[in-house]
């Protein structure tokens, strides 16, 4: 009896390391698939200020899916054929964004491939396991130029005409041009690092990894998802309107310290808010069991 039992045991071992021998050798060869693509994305990440939280995703989804690993080796492999068809899709995502040089494409193409492969080899209830982590994965790459060209003018706009209102109930003498908002003794440009698109992603990725850690509901995190946007552009309007209203009273002060330092302060009071914000929503919308 006792004996059966260690060879139990033992084959449970073999079976988790021959496991994570064949995980090593799949990332292998998708790390040297794309070893090109995840070093140039890896330089936008370092150089691109705009896209530097994407360094944080693939730790923090790793990390994930190595929490659930218990959870998602004590569910049968149960390989399935049906997952070819989405590592077609990653293939012509690839292929595609090779031929047409967009950026986007070959990036996010990882991440169907990689599902493909969970799919095909371990079946769609590990697949489920590790949806979030891939999920979360999805968020690293950056948007294409086209579309974060496109939404950082108008969030620019926006910011500055509701920053010119908020100061004008205040009583400062402002008005707003275009993304050039006029004070009495200066004038003040809302460039695009100061459109609020990079709190906004941010927030967006925190959104995701609250309602991961806080067990929401799928419904719940959809709310605290679309609740997301909102909040960073209420966050970086507040911001402005504190600029303006510091220059008005001293320029220097508005400058310098205080410029570089809201920014890292936009980031708290949005993290802050997103947290309470997800505690009234959970507790509305419950929790998984």
Known sequence: MTAGVIKKVEGERQFALMTWVEIAVVAGLITQLYAEILADLAS???NVSSSSYGMLIPPLAAYIAFMRRRTLLSIPAQPDLRGLWMIG?????????????????????????????????????????????????????PLPA??????????????????????????????????????????L??????????????????????????????????????????????????????????????LEFAMGFYHSFSGWLVFLVGYGSLWLLGKLVFRWTGKKP
């Open 44 to 46: 936008e990440w370092w």
């Open 189 to 250: 440009g809302v460039v695009e690092a100061c459109s609020g698109l990079q709190s906004l992603i941010a927030l967006l990725v925190a959104s995701l990894l609250v309602g991961f850690l806080e067990n929401a509901s799928v419904w719940g995190r959809v709310v605290l998802f679309l609740l997301a946007s909102p909040l960073a552009i209420l966050v970086n309007i507040l911001r402005i309107t504190g600029t303006a209203i510091l220059a008005d009273y001293r």
């Open 89 to 141: 899709l990653a293939s012509l995502l690839l292929i595609g964004g090779r031929l047409a040089a967009e950026f986007y494409l070959t990036r996010i193409s990882i991440v169907p491939l990689v599902a493909g492969l969970v799919w095909t080899f371990w079946g769609v209830q590990r697949l489920k396991v590790l949806s979030f982590p891939l999920v979360l994965l999805s968020t690293m790459v």
């Open 146 to 187: 086209i579309i974060y060209n496109a939404t950082a003018l108008p969030l620019q706009l926006f910011a500055s005409s509701a920053a010119t209102t908020a100061g004008q109930a205040l009583g400062v003498s402002i008005y707003c041009q275009g993304n050039v908002i006029h004070l009495a003794n200066t004038s």
